[in-house]
């Protein structure tokens, strides 16, 4: 059964950057039939599509982040990672990392999600 | 970018009635491709159906999901206790795919 598991520092300082990374096991990050990336979901609130990078280690992040955002991936760990920099309080927010699941002409589904691991920014 | 609308916000429900929550969308979503996803709390979000009407693995028949173009439905014919939970829609037909801001399905 595949399953991720998010980890990192829970606690980031404004204006430093973000580190995590999400192990996958059960699976490969190889398989060429799938993406794998990042999703967050800031306290409260609703969920935000944050990027995916494929074995390759092509990238694809949204607009309103990519200026900020970096994910690499290592296949010999069968991990990725997400850094996000210059973080402010508005970064706060559980991080999940996801499966994304390609059907033909179409966007992204997610399939499974890791469990979240919540990330503050505070001073 | 498609902008999903979902309603009601909240859902006051007995265990055992039905269930059926809306998902529009700004503009007709290609192929229904469309999934809902489960999330209690303190978990991650679960997926439920993709395909606009396909369910994923493990899923109980009880959920099923239907509808096409701006407009899709989750319905869920007899609420168990465990079904009390927030539902996403999310369409994947253009990129970047998009959710909605959820559906709180509580007991009345």
């Known amino acids: 059964q595949l399953q991720l598991q998010e980890s990192g520092p829970g606690l980031v300082k404004p204006s430093e950057t973000l580190s995590l990374t999400c192990t996958v096991s059960g699976g490969s990050v190889s398989n060429s039939g799938y993406y794998w990336g990042w999703i967050r979901q800031p306290p409260g609130k609703g969920l935000e599509w944050i990027g995916h990078?494929?074995?390759?280690?092509?990238?694809y992040y949204d607009p309103s982040l990519t200026s900020r955002v970096t994910m690499s991936v290592d296949t010999s760990k069968n991990q990725f990672s997400l850094k996000l920099s210059s973080v402010t309080a508005a970064d706060t927010a559980v991080y999940y990392c996801a499966r994304h699941v390609p059907p033909y002409g179409g966007s992204f589904y997610f399939d499974p999600w890791g469990q979240g691991t919540l990330v503050t920014v505070s001073s | 970018e498609i902008v999903l609308t979902q309603s009601p916000g909240t859902l006051s429900l007995s265990p055992g009635e039905r269930a059926t929550l809306s998902c529009r969308a700004s503009?007709?979503?290609?192929?229904?491709?469309l999934a809902w996803y489960q999330q209690k709390p303190g978990q991650a979000p679960r997926l439920l159906i993709y395909?606009?009407?396909s369910r994923a693995t493990g899923v109980p028949d009880r959920f099923s999901g239907s509808g096409s173009g701006t407009d899709f439905t989750l319905t869920i014919s007899r609420l168990e206790p465990e079904d009390f939970a927030v539902y996403y829609c999310?369409?994947?037909?253009?990129?970047?795919?998009?959710f909605g801001p959820g559906t709180k399905v509580d007991i009345k």
């Open positions: 503009q007709s979503v290609s192929s229904s491709f």
């Open positions: 990078i494929y074995y390759t280690g092509n990238t």
């Open positions: 395909g606009a009407s």
């Open positions: 999310q369409q994947y037909g253009s990129s970047p795919g998009t």
